[in-house]
């Protein structure tokens, strides 16, 4: 409940930070222990409307500061990111519920692209090439494309931000974010600490409130030229739908049922820390959270117990305290997602090794916490091996080769992640070549992506883009050919070539 000391929060729109037309608002609490941190504005499509409005204002003079003073600016930004790096840690660790450890990391890999797209300020190469004809120079230059919108998830509440915004802003967009509705006051302070750096007003925007609403007249708005979401497939199909009446370039970045494979002659010390880390992480609300894993039945009875021992030691708390390994889920509404996959786990014949349960004890009850849970005996085709749970829960499924591991691994709609344990390096070689994935781990876990490779999946995890590295140029500039002739005459491609 909000009192009188509760924070308020604003849309920042055109450099000025206002509330709703509406007037209307919502509270972002704390899924550790349901303390307030803030208010918000509830906005809907006349905010939206406002913000393209000043982003394609700001566009015409952004697109055209030289693109090395652009990336000066994001490297101001970066250093500023590093210096508020515990603060926002700790913010986070309120906000979304990660352990320090994890928030850390999250603000981390916000300052790893914004440094690594700095320097594309004086990069975003293109090529040159001979011409076919006598005194013509031909060349490619990346273009910005206008106003991006920015619709976040609240999993990664600082970096996946970041992974849009600071690619779109080097290559000369300006931008509408709308973060999710569970961690609005994150969005608030990296978009504040990108105006101390220097980003002009109007160049970066910011609108709270709905999918449905702000995130769906973003999507719609004519003016509006790309869009990068990241969340569920779901939410991808409405928004790909919604981008087509005004041809969106649409980058969708989606779930995964991501899988660790640990062979027989793996060493199983290292894959039940990856495991462990990869499954329990975030408990387990990352994208790349390892919700299956597929063992060889020669190891499979020595690697269950010792998975189901390492997750009965966890501890489950606050993210702020410093001996908590696992931190509450986001919501209530994941809560019970969450334990409704339990209980169709156990209707689907799978069996619960461990955890299955929302945990109550003390303080724990002020939050939404769930116990680690691993099911034993999972058939592949169950559903709680097919689908994203989104949550500290993965399925152990025996198999009995590497063909076999690999037939699993694939058998399913998503392809984020995937991982593969063994001292064989042919079977390294082979899980690289044929684990149908965007990201393939040899000796680690599911996660723990680099922010200078591309970063994103096949299958139902996406569109075929990816976001990171270079690849993320591609999403947020086109292509302009140009051709200059130099030789006073007209001269024909393909006609005057021939002799
Ligand atoms: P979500 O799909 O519910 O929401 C993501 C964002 O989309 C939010 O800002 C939401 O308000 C907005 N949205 C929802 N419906 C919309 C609509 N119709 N039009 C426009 N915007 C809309 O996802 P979530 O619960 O916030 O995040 C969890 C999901 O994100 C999981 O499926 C997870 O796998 C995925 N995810 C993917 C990656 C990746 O890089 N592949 C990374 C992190 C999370």
């Known amino acids: 409940m909000a009192t009188t000391q509760t924070k308020s929060f604003h849309n920042l729109i055109g450099g000025e930070w206002v509330d709703a037309a509406s007037g209307e608002t919502f509270e972002s609490t704390s899924p550790a222990d349901g303390e307030t941190i803030g208010v918000f504005p509830r906005s809907g499509a006349e905010d939206v409307d406002r913000a393209v409005e000043a982003a394609k204002a700001a566009f015409e003079e952004w697109r055209l500061v030289p693109a090395p003073k652009r990336g000066e600016i994001l490297f101001r930004l970066a250093r500023i990111l590093e210096r508020e790096k515990p603060a926002l840690t700790e913010l986070m660790t309120h906000e979304m519920g990660k352990v320090r450890a994890e928030a850390g990391g999250d603000v981390q890999e916000a300052i790893d692209i914004t440094y690594y797209m700095a320097g594309e300020g004086r990069r975003l190469f293109g090529q040159t090439t001979p011409s076919e004809l006598p005194n013509k120079w031909n060349m490619s230059v990346r273009a910005p494309i206008g106003v991006v919108g920015a ?112 062979m027989d002659d793996a060493d199983l010390d290292l894959a039940v820390d990856g495991i462990v880390w990869s499954a329990f992480g975030t408990s387990g609300q990352r994208c790349t959270a390892a919700s299956r894993v597929i063992v060889h039945e ?109 037939r699993v691994a694939n058998g399913i709609s998503y392809g984020l992640s995937s991982s593969i344990f063994t001292r064989d390096v042919n079977a390294a070689f082979r899980a690289m070549r044929d684990l149908e994935a965007g990201i393939t781990y040899v000796n680690a876990g599911t996660i723990g992506a680099e922010v200078h490779l591309p970063f994103g999946g096949t299958k139902d995890t996406g569109n075929g883009h990816r976001e990171a590295g270079q690849a993320a140029l591609d999403l947020f500039t086109e292509w302009k050919s140009i051709y200059v002739d130099y030789s006073g005459r007209l001269q024909r491609a393909q006609i005057d070539t021939a002799d």
Not at 361 to 379: K, S, W
Request: aromatic letters at 6%; proline letters at 6%.
């Open 151 to 262: 619709i976040t998830p609240w999993n990664f509440p600082v970096a996946i931000p970041s992974w849009k915004l600071i690619p779109a802003l080097v290559c000369g967009n300006t931008v509408v974010l709308k973060p999710a509705m569970d961690t609005p006051a994150l969005a608030v302070r990296f978009v504040e600490l990108a105006a101390e750096a220097g980003v002009p007003a109007g160049v970066v925007n910011l609108v709270h409130g709905g999918g449905g609403t702000v995130g769906e007249r973003l999507v719609r708005h004519p003016d509006v030229r790309v869009i990068s979401v990241t969340g569920s497939r779901e939410t991808g199909v409405a928004v790909l739908r919604a981008g087509a009446d005004t041809l969106k370039h649409v980058h969708l970045e989606l779930g995964g049922k991501n899988a660790i494979i640990v």
């Open 298 to 406: 020669k190891v499979y009875d020595t690697l269950e117990k010792r998975l189901v021992d390492a997750a009965e030691r966890l501890r489950l708390g606050p993210g702020w305290e410093e001996d908590t390994d696992v931190g509450p889920v986001i919501n209530r509404a994941a809560l019970e997602k969450i334990h409704s996959y339990t209980q169709i786990g156990k209707d689907e014949g799978a069996k619960l090794l461990t955890g299955g349960e929302v945990a109550t004890e003390g303080d724990l009850a002020r939050g939404f916490y769930y116990r680690p849970t691993i099911f034993g005996d999972v058939d592949p085709q169950m559903r709680i091996a097919q689908e994203e749970i989104f949550g500290p829960t993965t399925a152990l499924i025996r198999v009995r080769d590497l063909d076999e591991a690999i």
